[in-house]
Structure formats: C-alpha cells, structure tokens
C-alpha cells in the first residue's frame, strides 16, 4: 500500500480550495512551491489541513469524485467550504501533518464550529468583558467580512494567560504587536474562525465567544446560529 499525503489549501477566491496529494518527503517542497507560486492562475494559497494516509492515491480519486459537482474544469480547484472538506478527512485513519498541534478531535471541532460561523453576516462586532485573573477590562472590535475576522487596531486584549488557551490561538498571539496595557498596535487577521476562537485571542483564555461577542445592537452572535436552527 502506498504512503502519502492528502492536503487542503484556500486560495485568494473566497470559497475556493485546492485538494491535492503529494508523496510524504515532498509535503514542505510542494506547500512551499504552491504558496508561493500560486496554481492555476489562482494566488495566495494557503495550507489548511493535511494528513498522511495509505492508498493517498484511492483516497484523493475518491475525494474529488464525492465533490466532482463542485470542482472547477479538470483542476483541483474546488468551489466548497473547507470545512466540510475538513470534516471529511478528519475521518480518515492517518496521521496529521499540519497543523502539526492539533489533534484529530479538535480540528474536526473546529471545522464544525467555523462552518456555523459563517451564519453570522458581515459587520462590526464587540466584545467587553472583565478578567477575573488580574480584573483588568478587555475591550476589542473586530470585523467579519465572508466569515473572515479582522481584529481592529485599538483593542484592548487581555495579557495574563489563563488555564485552557487553544493551542492555535496562542501561536496566533505570539505574532500580535501591543503595548504594557494590551492595546493592539495594528490590525490582526484572524482568517476564518469561530467566534470561540477570535474570543480566546482577544481574552487569552477559552472562551464562549458565541455568548461574548456582539452586535451592533448588543445582541449576542448565538442569535444568527439559533436562527439557523429554527
């Protein structure tokens, strides 16, 4: 049987991903090539998910068959939300690649939980809320443009770290610049993420951002995921 490995790319399209395979000593090679070449004229590829499976060949055949409504010419392209594609890999007996952190069961959650996020419209949103490790106030913004958060400059986020940080959003974290008082000192791009994730950012612990984050008319962001369930 055959080794390899099954990757998940987004691209600059909104909705658009790449599922490729590739051999298991070229992975690093070829994300590098594709992110930083582009594929099909389509640019700012990104990795998403990848995991190492026997038969990658059968497998990828079989991923681009179940999605082949779906797929764009003869390419890897793929109009699909990448959480769904996520979910289904998920569920295959192999072993993560990228991102190499995460376990099966907290990426398959995370999909699950950033699929629901798209529920929620385009718009500004808030979040406020005291920590009771150091009772400082945590104040931030952020915009959601077609299910991607933008955290704004001028927030103020929490410093001390508390038990349960997502190991994501700590990685996430290393790469913000802010001052002493926890101000943001430039915009920071969350990707798609789930309200829980763009909350754990923002307080430094976990979160229910569901709950947290609000509108403009101070309604929580669980309103348009209750909506959907209706």
């Known amino acids: 049987m055959s080794k390899g490995i099954i990757y998940i790319m987004t691209t600059a399209v909104p909705g658009l991903i790449k599922i490729g395979k590739t051999g298991c000593a070229n992975f690093e090679q070829r994300m590098y090539n594709l992110e930083h070449n582009g594929y099909c004229n389509v640019t700012a590829l990104k990795r998403s998910f990848a ?33 769904i594609v996520t979910q289904l890999l998920t569920s295959f007996d ?14 398959f959650e995370n999909a699950v939980e950033n699929q629901k ?15 009771k490790s150091d009772n400082r106030m945590v104040k931030a913004t952020a915009v959601i443009t077609n299910g991607k958060w933008k ?32 101000k943001l000192l430039e915009d920071v791009e969350l990707g798609e993420c789930s309200p829980s994730f763009a909350g754990a950012v923002v307080l430094n612990r976990s979160n229910n951002g569901w709950i947290d984050w609000k509108d403009k008319d101070g309604n929580s962001v669980d309103i348009y995921r209750k909506k959907n369930d209706d």
């Open 94 to 107: 192999g072993t993560i690649v990228y991102p190499k952190t995460e376990t099966k069961a907290d990426i």
């Open 51 to 83: 995991i190492e499976v026997e038969n990658y060949d059968e497998k990828e055949a079989l991923i681009h068959t179940i999605f082949e409504k779906s797929r764009v010419s003869d390419t890897e392209l793929f109009a699909l939300d990448v959480n």
């Open 151 to 182: 955290l704004k400059k001028g927030s103020i986020i929490g410093i001390a770290e508390d038990v349960g940080m997502p190991q994501n959003a700590k990685s996430l974290r290393l790469s913000m610049q802010y001052d002493n008082s926890g």
């Open 117 to 131: 996020s798209r529920l929620i419209p385009n718009g500004t949103y808030t979040f406020k809320k005291k920590k």
